[in-house]
């Protein structure tokens, strides 16, 4: 997911550096260094904000006149497989759901007796295997909950039970909606935390700005990867930092932490990812900075980097690794290899349930599935 003007500015960089000693070495990729990539191509690709197709494509690596310098080190073998007996009804099981897992990634699942949106190649129509279903007729996020999280109010401080698990969505709202009927089933005391917002002094910045966009309005302002302004918060809730506090104690973007004391400037909480388990760390307020694209300013709010995340984004989600995955397709996914993502999140096929949620409030049992074949091919 990291766009090629990222690696690009760090091949400069290093050129540079190591230019001053031996000038040979500007006009070698990384100024000669060895640096190990690890991907697959057909997860998601660099984010672009309204971006078109061709602009995804091209912010990605395989687009960067790096790509032409990379040895390619593809691995085949399937380590959860060797582990288990070849003639096992397990093993058969296991490979069948590895199998259709690659095939939504290569975008080879579809289902040929429907057709596709506008028969545009790179949509394809996926039917779910009916064992992977979850299905009702009333409230589909209580549905998913009770899948996803069986007996929570019982376990909802357990950090094994909590880790584990995780209901994926496509949109931030969707992800919100269950974060918050999810917190509500905490029987803990809640508390809310208010942000400071205001708009940043930058150069370019209309000297009306303050009158044209009040305070009210700004706190109305949300945008993605950006905590909320108001923050609700109980002790036992899972969260995850929005932002590198400090790589050192494992306090880094994207790392799922457990609520253990909620202070007037701080909040205590155990790490329950990464190679920082089981540490207590605190977390404060720092000042956070973003604009939006229909935005005149660059909104700065002063807030804890952080997010409740029973539920997540799929996009958020790329990197780990569950045993419980409940994926909600309210809405269908939208770009390269999100389904792919939110299906192989999980260890094994028990572990992954879906809700597809029609147009017309039922439950079905198709899914959109985006693949850009020009990856594939590049790769």
Request: proline share 4%; net charge neutral.
């Amino acid at each position: 997911m990291t766009n090629r003007q990222c690696f690009e500015s760090l091949d400069r960089s290093v050129r540079d550096i190591l230019s001053e000693k031996q000038e040979n070495l500007q006009n070698i990729p990384f100024g000669g260094k060895v640096v190990v990539l690890g991907g697959d191509p057909k997860q998601i690709l660099p984010v672009i904000e309204n971006g078109t197709k061709a602009q995804i494509i091209s912010a990605s690596i395989f687009r960067s006149y790096l790509w032409r310098h990379t040895k390619k080190i593809y691995l085949h073998e399937n380590m959860r497989l060797k582990k288990i007996a070849i003639n096992t009804y397990e093993y058969k099981e296991l490979n069948d759901f590895n199998n259709w897992i690659l095939s939504i990634g290569n975008g080879n699942a579809q289902n040929n007796s429907v057709s596709n949106e506008d028969d545009d190649p790179d949509y394809h129509i996926v039917e779910i295997p009916d064992d992977l279903l979850v299905k009702s007729t009333d409230n589909k996020i209580k549905a998913l909950v009770d899948t996803t999280f069986p007996d929570f109010k019982s376990n909802y401080t357990n950090i094994e039970y909590l880790k584990s698990r995780a209901i994926l969505a496509t949109t931030n709202e969707i992800v919100d909606e269950i974060n918050d009927y999810m917190l509500n089933l905490v029987p803990s005391i809640e508390k809310e935390y208010y942000s400071a917002d205001s708009i940043s002094k930058c150069t370019d910045t209309c000297n009306d700005a303050n009158i044209l966009y009040p305070i009210e309005y700004l706190n109305t302002l949300s945008a993605n990867n950006f905590p909320a302004h108001i923050l609700k918060l109980k002790i036992g809730a899972p969260i995850m930092l929005l932002r590198n506090l400090n790589q050192s104690l494992g306090l880094c973007n994207g790392t799922r932490l457990i609520v253990t004391n909620l202070g007037n400037n701080v909040i205590e909480a155990i790490i329950i990812t990464g190679t920082h388990i089981g540490d207590k760390v605190y977390i404060p307020r720092i000042n956070l900075t973003t604009q939006g694209s229909r935005w005149p300013f660059v909104l700065c709010r002063r807030q804890f980097p952080i997010k409740v995340c029973y539920s997540m984004t799929i996009n958020k989600s790329q990197g780990q690794t569950l045993s419980n995955v409940g994926v909600y397709l309210r809405k269908p996914v939208f770009t390269h290899g999100q389904l792919y993502v939110a299906v192989s999140r999980v260890k094994d096929k028990q572990g992954l349930k879906i809700l597809i949620e029609n147009e017309d409030g039922t439950c079905g049992n198709k899914t959109t599935n985006i693949v850009y074949k020009e990856i594939l091919d590049i790769v």
